[in-house]
Structure formats: C-alpha cells, structure tokens
C-alpha cells in the first residue's frame, strides 16, 4: 500500500490541528502504520508559530510531543499533495473549498468527525475561546476519531 498523506486543517493551525496530527502520527506509529500527516490552518493568524501552549500541554500530558510543529496556512496545491483532508470544522470546510476555488474535492475533503459520526455533521470544538478543560475534551474526541480513522485504514474501508 502507498503511504497515505493526510491533511488537519483548522483555523489558525495552534490548537485542534496540531492536535489532530499529533494524535495521528502517534497513534499510527503505535499499531505500525506508516502514513505522512501533516496540519495546517485557513487563515494565515499564526504562520511560523508553534502550537498554543495548552495544546502541547495536553498532548505531553498524554505522551506526546508537539511543540516543535508550525502553524502555516493552508494553500491550494494542498489539494493536489494530500489523500485526504480533514477539516475540524463546517465553517472550515467550506474555506478549503474557497480557497481551492473547487468543489470537485467533495471525495478528498471530509468533515473530520463524519469518520466516527457519519452525516451527522458534528463539529471539533474550538478550545481557544475557553479554559483547559475544553483541550482535554477535544483532545478526547480527536484521539478517538483517529482511532476510527486507523481501523478504517487498516482494513482498507477509508476510501470506500
């Protein structure tokens, strides 16, 4: 199987992205699953930073390291570089689509949490606007979302 390279977008690239790929990278490493993640945000707010301190407070908290990722902004060649690009949310969804200037991605850009909650629509929450209880619930529900994402890779289900 070709390594497969999956995008987390969110919006400023500090909290629930880098999360998401720092959950993925690990949990994959754990089970042997050689994939590429990477994370990037639709806005540009962050560009060059690290992620919010919160963030990697969670994620070491749980024995994993992110403080050495960069936020950058997402950019249209993305489309062409990723497999499959999650957003966190709606209202990122739909920028990707704003910024790709296409809808024909509908197959590779994908709701993050339909994974686990298909057609439900379900948002990862931004933590920025609250207090550290709100990483450790997202990073609850984006630990288990990628376990559903490896199971689905795993026994080849992901791209059918």
Not at 6 to 24: E, F, H, K, T, Y
Not at 98 to 123: A, C, H, W
Request: hydrophobic share 35%.
């Amino acid at each position: 199987m070709e390594k497969i390279r999956i995008l987390m977008v969110c919006l400023g690239n500090i909290c629930r992205s880098p999360l998401a790929q720092g959950i993925m990278e690990h949990k994959a490493k754990l089970v042997g699953l050689d994939i590429f993640v990477d994370s990037a945000g639709t806005a540009n707010y962050h560009s060059g930073e690290h992620p919010h301190t919160s963030s990697i407070r969670v994620a070491r908290e749980n024995g994993i390291d992110i403080s050495g990722q960069q936020a950058r902004q997402f950019l249209p060649g993305d489309l062409n570089k990723f497999d499959l690009i999650y957003a966190m949310d709606s209202d990122n969804f739909e920028n990707i689509h704003r910024i790709t200037g296409t809808n024909q991605s509908v197959q590779k850009v994908r709701l993050f949490l339909d994974e686990s909650y298909p057609g439900e629509g379900m948002n990862v929450p931004d933590p920025w606007y609250g207090n550290y209880d709100g990483y450790l619930k997202v990073f609850d529900l984006i630990a288990a979302n990628c376990d559903t994402i490896i199971t689905k890779i795993k026994d080849k289900s992901l791209f059918a």
